[in-house]
């Protein structure tokens, strides 16, 4: 019908676009999720470079805010053997310390080395350098530093602070860091921290105008670091493929072609020296793709989910298009299989009122007419209740003992009778009686019979029914020569209102006559199957339980 097929039609050319839709959707969806994962990658390349750092002067800042304050829990009372215990400690935990010079410091006494600031000496007793090597602490002592300037620096920055801090306060700690920290490239130099009642000592001896024979005690130390020898820890190795500590003045971009280069420098005495990060291009796309694929994954199953919403819509659609269809063709054909005989008792009604005279052979053929197609329409109306009711399992199985030959020969009589021109055989082995209720049973045997002959071709209109006795059922096998059903069909013949378009169904089928063999069947228990080929015939078995 021209209906159904545009719809159909139209149904495809949206399935079409829904297709095209989604598709679109996912590609685009790809497109911008990628994108964005690159410029996180990329953000990321650029930000991250800070947790690599902190991991990497971590030990730094312990040395700087732990190891390096210890010396002033010594009150300045650090000698050559503490001293050298001290630096064995910390070329121990912390490697890129090369070498450690202390200085025994004297306040209030002239010694070779002496610097005079605001009245108050400060010289120094003895000096000590400590290296590591080959496995060893080495340890020597030296009449001179190498640079005096740490010593003479040091030691005027902790004269002023004795001249002129307020002692009736704590110092603060920006305080203390700008007097007893010189933090310089390379190198850091400490000294003990004073106590309060220390530096009022200190300031008695800066007002006396005669120089005494009381000195006191202080500690100095003096730290040279290695950059290079700090351990980088690149915490971010999906990021970056090449982590090296570098001169601040390092500039490799005319050199680093194809790379995604980023830096950070160093604080406090590592300055001068930066972290130098590199990452070849392809580097970074493998990391891409690899938070690519989660992302993906998750739009794939989102367009799948899509995909599968609309398949679902389509399918209960088409469902519905069939459904409307069949209910049309049902509607078309049951009207047409009542409007045939209503027409024909209307014209054999009109005939019998006509003013005219009839004969009484006129009367009795109008008179058979009527009955004839009042039996169809009776028939008719008959198997559409049987079906209803079966389906609503509103009637019950009567079972009776049914003699196998009497029941078959009933039905292969009627239809010999009916018509002449169809060659009916019966086979019955094993089997002589069983109990069934013969109505229902005859139903399957009527509808079977009458399809066998409808759908064979006029020279061909055979069938050969067999009856069997299997492993406790008893099996009635209807074999055909007629016109045969495509495999495509096979499963669709006992749906209720199906028909099979071909030259035999054009004069009006309901589609009720397989799909109420199978209720009849299921209902008692048993089952349908059936086997054909085109142009081949077919075979309709029915399998029932045996019960004698």
Known sequence: MPVHKNVYRKNFTLIIIFLVLISVTFVVALFVSYNLTAKYVENEFASKKIDVLEQTIKPYNDFFQNKIPEITSYQGFLDSASAAKYAASVFHDYAFVKKIVFYDVLIGSKMPITIRVNNLDISVKAIFQYWYQNGKIHGARQSRPADESDFKEMGGKLSNFIAFSDTSRVSSQDELFKTFWDVKPDKITYTNILRREDIKIYRELQQQDNITSASYKQNMVTFHLDPYLLKVKNTRQELYQSVSIQPVVYDPIDSEGGKLITEVSFPGAFSDYKLFFSSQQGYLTAEINRRFMPIGAVVLLISLFLVLI????????????????????????????????VSVIKIAGSNLRGDGELTERQRKHYGKILDEEADKLNELMNKLLSFTQIENKSITIKKEEINVDDFVSRYTDTFKIKYPDFKLHCKVIGVHTFYSDPVLLGSVFQ??????????????????????????????????????????????????????????????????????????????NGEITVHSKVNEGSEFIVTLPYEN
Not at 315 to 321: C, M
Not at 474 to 480: E, K
């Open 310 to 341: 609309g398949w679902l819509i389509y399918r209960n659609l088409n469902v519905n298009l069939k459904l409307f269809k069949l209910q049309y063709d049902f509607i078309n054909n049951f009207t047409h299989e009542f409007k045939t005989p």
């Open 447 to 524: 509808n079977l019979i009458e399809n066998a002959y409808k759908y064979s071709h006029p020279q061909k209109k055979e069938l050969n029914i067999n009856i069997t006795h299997k492993k406790g059922n008893i099996v009635f096998s209807f074999i055909d020569r007629g016109i045969g059903i495509p495999k495509v069909e096979l499963n669709n013949i006992f749906k209720k209102f199906y028909r099979i378009e071909n030259q035999y169904n054009q004069n009006g089928s309901v589609g009720l006559g397989l799909a109420f063999c199978k209720e009849l069947v299921n209902f008692m």
